[in-house]
T-cell receptor, first 109, second 115 residues
């Protein structure tokens, strides 16, 4: 059975304090590792897809990386507007992605 | 209008009521999904439709009944719900169910409260 585990469950940062969110996965025949951002009262918003170990993608203050067992979402010099829940999902041979529980990020000014 | 649109955004209903949730996607996608999102839990897949044909039903109680009249519209019909069904119901679409290296695109959900 595919599994995706995210840590930490919650993270509080000061503005400008860089950190990383972790997504550990066991997904058979991984075809894509997805990161989403979800704001309160909204649906998940797609951020990145990673396809193979060693791949990296960046968008503004966010950088996602992938190894054979885990993915990291690095947040550099975060701002309060980066506060959200970040979801990770892996998709493999079963076609349907498996989601983690998410990491709730709060960035204080 | 672009993206995935869900209506209503909020719904309060009694346990004996019948209501429907609506989802519309303007992305030209062939697969549509219903998810349930509860606090502290991962997204729970409820139903998957590919080219208007249901291909996945994750043992969802019969009080939830999906309908997909065409590739752009998806409904979730609700009847005789229980308090534990209170949650955020999310609709998503993707290019094709078998193209699972492509991301899903989500609507903003319907917040459902059962009295």
């Amino acid at each position: 059975e595919d599994q995706v585990t995210q840590s930490p469950e919650a993270l509080r940062l000061q503005e400008g304090e860089s950190s990383s969110l972790n997504c550990s996965y066991t997904v058979s025949g991984l075809r894509g590792l997805f990161w989403y951002r979800q704001d309160p009262g909204k649906g998940p918003e797609f951020l990145f897809t990673l396809y193979s170990a060693g791949e990296e993608k960046e968008k503004e203050r966010l950088k996602a990386t992938l190894t054979k067992k885990e993915s990291f979402l690095h947040i550099t010099a975060p701002k309060p507007e980066d506060s959200a829940t970040y979801l990770c999902a892996g998709s493999g041979g079963s076609y349907i992605p498996t989601f983690g529980r998410g990491t709730s990020l709060i960035v204080h000014p | 209008e672009t993206g995935v649109t869900q209506t209503p955004r909020h719904l309060v209903m009694g346990m004996t009521n019948k209501k429907s949730l609506k989802c519309e996607q303007h992305l030209g996608h062939n697969a549509m999904y219903w998810y349930k999102q509860s606090a502290k839990k991962p997204l729970e897949l409820m139903f998957v439709y590919s080219l208007e044909e249901r291909v996945e039903n994750n043992s969802v109680p019969s009080r939830f009944s999906p309908e997909c009249p065409n590739s752009s519209h998806l409904f979730l019909h609700l009847h005789t719900l229980q308090p534990e069904d209170s949650a955020l119901y999310l609709c998503a679409s993707s290019q094709d169910m078998t193209a699972n290296d492509q991301p899903q695109h989500f609507g903003d959900g319907t917040r459902l409260s059962i009295l």
